[in-house]
């Protein structure tokens, strides 16, 4: 799962990869870490607006290429292509003001209990991948990167009886829709243990948005991440790893610039 971890080893060498990549959420909204009712979300959740449903379940698929090259032996040129797939449920709150109508909101209520997905290209990454130092067991590289704003960022809800229904919610775009930089430093190694190789490796990472909006009016927030993992080979073909990470987000920047019916949580940015 972790990205930009190796350099091709010979200049001239040239590498193509696919990568699929799924994830699923379910179960409680949470605030600080503790799960929140539906009263509390009604209440709460909406910046003193009324509010009506929740997610239940989302699903998300990646599909990439990683095509690298290597000019010389100290870099490697990435350039990663995606396309990506999600699909959300949602469900009436309990006790939810409203549940349905013939006006802009009643319709968007109704339409956000039917399962609704989105699918496209998504953003298109550039990468280079510089080594600082190399060694018998460890070595040193460090990542400059941009991601162009290939994906769709204006996709919306089909009208009904005539009404627009504005834009999907934030979290079902496709990409940033923002030129954004891409940095990483990342320290891999290799030691043998009980005659059976280990691996290892710590990175951290950044995305900084260089744009204050994109062409539907926002901004996703920038992300700092690192993570470490560790590998052992149990025979030739097998290997288990395990790995940790910690992700930082900003929050989004702005907001939709037309029609965008706001009927949940995930439609106000704060959140």
């Known amino acids: 799962g972790v990205q930009f971890d190796h350099l091709l080893e010979n200049s001239g060498d040239l590498m193509f990869g696919y990568r699929v990549m799924a994830m699923q959420q379910s179960g409680d909204i949470s605030q600080n870490g503790k799960a929140l009712s539906d009263y509390a979300l009604i209440n709460n959740a909406c910046d003193g607006h009324p509010c009506y449903v929740r997610p239940t379940h989302m699903t998300m698929r990646m599909h990439m290429l990683d095509i690298m090259y290597a000019p010389t ?9 995606q ?3 999600m699909s959300m449920d949602m469900r009436l709150l309990n006790e939810s003001p409203r549940t349905g109508g013939m006006d802009s909101i009643g319709m968007a209520i109704t339409h956000a209990q039917h399962s609704h997905t989105s699918s496209g290209l998504g953003d298109t990454e550039l990468h280079g991948l510089v080594s600082l130092f190399k060694r018998e067991n460890a070595e040193l590289h460090m990542g400059l990167g941009v991601s162009a704003p ?5 996709l919306k809800m089909r009208p009904m009886m005539g009404i627009d229904m504005g834009f999907l919610e934030y979290g079902m775009q496709l990409g940033s829709g923002t030129w954004d930089f891409k940095p990483s430093l990342t320290l ?3 030691n043998t ?6 691996t290892w490796g710590a990175q ?14 926002y901004a996703l927030g920038d992300i700092i991440q690192s993570t470490l993992w560790g590998s052992y080979a149990l025979n030739r073909s097998l290997s288990v790893s395990v790995r940790g990470l910690y992700t930082d987000q900003d929050s989004i920047k702005g907001s939709f610039n037309n029609t965008h019916i706001a009927i949940g949580a995930g439609d106000y940015t704060q959140n």
């Open 73 to 81: 032996d100290w870099l490697t040129l990435m350039l990663m292509p």
């Open 83 to 85: 396309f990506v797939d």
């Open 150 to 154: 290939t994906a769709d960022v204006g």
């Open 188 to 190: 891999t190694g290799k």
């Open 193 to 198: 243990i009980l005659n059976a190789p280990i």
């Open 204 to 217: 951290v990472s950044a995305t900084q948005r260089l744009e204050n909006g994109n062409a539907s009016g």
